[in-house]
């Protein structure tokens, strides 16, 4: 348990880096706008980095403006930042660009539930059992004795929504719902955050469902259920990648399937990205460290160098192993 030495961290310090993964979703930006409130409280200076800009679909939540993208940078800005705050990341090439700004005379702080984690910082609090970085965030406000302003509590339950797809993941505690009725109390509109999140899909990306879907495969037992997003597709319709990472429940929602799998075709020829999704202890965090990803035990990701057909069959070897 690292909570007290990130406190300490957040103590020593006076100016901040925050900086979360690339293609970010309610989690990271959830997670850096709370911290960042949070920071601002105790009267510090803290400024929100990102590699890129957060998805339509978070453009309520309070604070969203104040995110600095890299390529918009004025580097004055980052004079005598003291401690860079990580959120979300379990690498800190995660966060793509972002890692250039960060320099040897900045204290690394690294927050995350991944257990995918390499322990990057100079402190880690990492927390496998956070449904979200949004809890470890909240853990903070806690243990620093900070109320926390109805922005807060939007930012926190979202980042805590999105992790868990809204309390339907084997990730969600009872923990994950004492800490979402305490946010609820800060007078929140539930129904508005869900449906901001999940129901404000581009007409675009259901199209591209459509034909992802027509391409569901599964094995002879039935235990590992597969689609793909060919490149082809997604031009043709117009949506893009990052629209599409929920597309996995389908094939996970297939009667039988242990392993569910995405494979994207990215703009890249020869890059393949691949997320998975594991049920009844499937470890599917393993199946992605072999390939060089990771993430959770039962949500991971990497990307493979292959063509589409090659590494196809190079992934369901290996993931024919662990059902
Ligand atoms: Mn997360």
């Known amino acids: 348990m690292s909570l007290p030495k990130v406190i300490n961290a957040i103590r020593r310090h006076k100016k901040f880096l925050i900086s979360g993964h690339v293609d970010p979703e309610a989690d990271a930006i959830g997670s850096q706008l709370a911290l960042a409130s949070l920071i601002k409280r105790l009267g510090k200076d803290p400024i929100i980095i990102d590699q890129d800009p957060p998805p339509v679909s978070c453009d ?4 969203i403006n104040s995110i600095v993208l890299c390529k ?21 090439e995660r966060t793509g660009k972002a890692a250039e700004l960060v320099t040897r005379d900045m204290e690394i702080v690294n927050i995350d539930h991944h257990v995918s984690n390499d322990y990057f910082g100079d402190v880690n609090w990492v927390d496998g059992k956070g449904a979200a970085t949004g809890e470890l965030i909240f853990g903070i406000f806690k243990r620093l ?17 999105i992790d868990t797809g809204s309390f339907r993941y084997s990730n969600t505690s009872a923990k994950t719902h004492i800490i979402a009725a305490e946010l609820i109390k800060n007078g929140l509109d539930t129904n508005f955050i869900y449906e901001s999140l999940f129901e404000m899909k581009a007409y675009e990306v259901t199209h591209l469902l459509g034909k992802s879907l027509s391409t569901l495969n599964r094995t002879p037992d039935g235990k590992i259920v597969w689609m793909w997003i060919t490149r082809e597709m997604k031009n043709g319709t ?26 994207k075709e990215s703009e890249e020829k020869g890059l393949i990205k691949v997320s998975l999704r594991g049920k009844d202890g499937v470890d599917v965090n393993k199946i992605a460290m072999k ?7 039962a949500a991971a990701g990497f990307s493979i160098r292959a063509a589409s057909r090659e590494a196809e069959r190079r992934v369901l070897a290996e993931v024919s192993k662990h059902v």
């Open 291 to 297: 390939f060089g990803g990771g993430g959770h035990v």
């Open 72 to 92: 918009n940078l004025n580097k004055k800005v980052l004079k005598d930042i003291d401690c860079a705050l990580i959120v979300d990341c379990p690498t800190l």
């Open 60 to 63: 309520f939540m309070p604070g």
């Open 145 to 161: 004795g900070l109320k926390l302003t109805k922005g807060d509590a939007i930012n926190i339950y979202s980042a805590i929504l």
């Open 238 to 263: 117009g949506a893009e990648l990052k629209d599409a990472e929920n597309f996995i429940g389908f094939p996970r929602a297939v009667r039988g399937s242990k392993v569910a799998l995405l494979f």
